[in-house]
Nanobody, 123 residues
Framework: QEKLVESGGGLVQAGDSLRLTCAASGRTFSSNAMAWFRQAPGKERDFVAAISWSSGSTYQADSVKGRFTISRDNTKNTMYLQMNSLNSEDTAIYYC????????????????WGQGTQVTVSS
């Protein structure tokens, strides 16, 4: 069974950088897309960025373009999210998720989720 585990969250100051990691185990090749979502308190879970395992193609939300970079290492079954120029609006729990197709931005299209990692940006 596929399992996803996030790490790398923490408390940082505005303008700082942070890199999140998502380690996938038991991955099936039917899951071609991986993505990052985030959820702030009292808000819906929002799409951040997605990547194709096979091609490496990426897709990002407009709110993070130019600041966040998604990448993956197929040899390690690991996905990353490099986050630069963080601001208070980036404060949220960040989740990684797996889907069959790329790119999809709706949470309903993702079948496997990690437990999340907290990112807090102080201003």
């Amino acid at each position: 069974q596929e399992k996803l585990v996030e790490s790398g969250g923490g408390l940082v100051q505005a303008g700082d950088s942070l890199r999140l990691t998502c380690a996938a185990s038991g991955r099936t090749f039917s899951s071609n897309a991986m993505a990052w979502f985030r959820q702030a308190p009292g808000k819906e879970r929002d799409f951040v960025a997605a990547i194709s395992w096979s091609s490496g193609s990426t897709y990002q939300a407009d709110s993070v373009k130019g600041r966040f970079t998604i990448s993956r290492d197929n040899t390690k079954n690991t996905m990353y999210l490099q986050m630069n120029s963080l601001n208070s609006e980036d404060t949220a729990i960040y989740y990684c998720a797996a889907a069959l197709r790329f790119p999809v931005t709706r949470p309903q299209n993702y079948h496997t989720w990690g437990q999340g990692t907290q990112v807090t940006v102080s201003s």
